[in-house]
């Protein structure tokens, strides 16, 4: 911005001199640089990386993950483990037209998707969404949930769904595996679950693969 404002100056100093040729000059000087400028800048934007979505590996869901809103409102310990749900706009809701609820697989409404990132997951309509999450103790309140939205029930996300559950299964125990998937009778048993799990990565990897 310095040299702007010198050569700005200097034509100035040249028109109330009285010297057109040097106000000519200066005046080709500054089209000049600032043809620079926008040069540099054009080719800066060109060197940017392009923006990319999170998409689940292998195909083609979309996935946004963020913690439950408004969770100790409707839950106790007793519903302490993982999930695999919906989220569904809650058009009744008086205080939020915009809201978008999560619901546990046995219809009961856990919670909300934070007011702020609500945007994240309705550019991808206003339709029903599948999500996979936990509920545990909370630090600084009794309870504390974490979901993961998926934009398509398809391959890609069946698999990264059951990723998903392996992960709080070894990490949390199995008493945090999704109750919609215990009514097989697999209980506690930690390889019955893995055994499962790596099933329907398995054949949801095939099916990808035949595609």
Known sequence: MKILFILIALLLIALLTGVPALGAVMLLVIALWILWLLVKLVA????????KLEIAPGDNSEEYSTYIAGINYRCDASDIGGFI???KPDRAN???KNALAIYRGDGKHLGFIPKNET???R???VGV???VGYIKEGDDAPL???VKVYSLLDNGAMIEIARYIKWLIDNHGVEYAPRELNASGIGADIDAWHAMLDNIIAENESAMLGK
Not at 44 to 51: D, H, N, T
């Open 144 to 146: 504390y949930g974490r």
């Open 123 to 125: 550019r991808w309509g």
């Open 85 to 87: 749900g919906t989220v």
């Open 94 to 96: 008086k205080y939020d």
């Open 119 to 121: 945007r994240h997951i």
């Open 129 to 131: 969404v599948i999500c």
């Open 44 to 51: 800066k934007i060109c060197k940017r990386p392009p923006l």
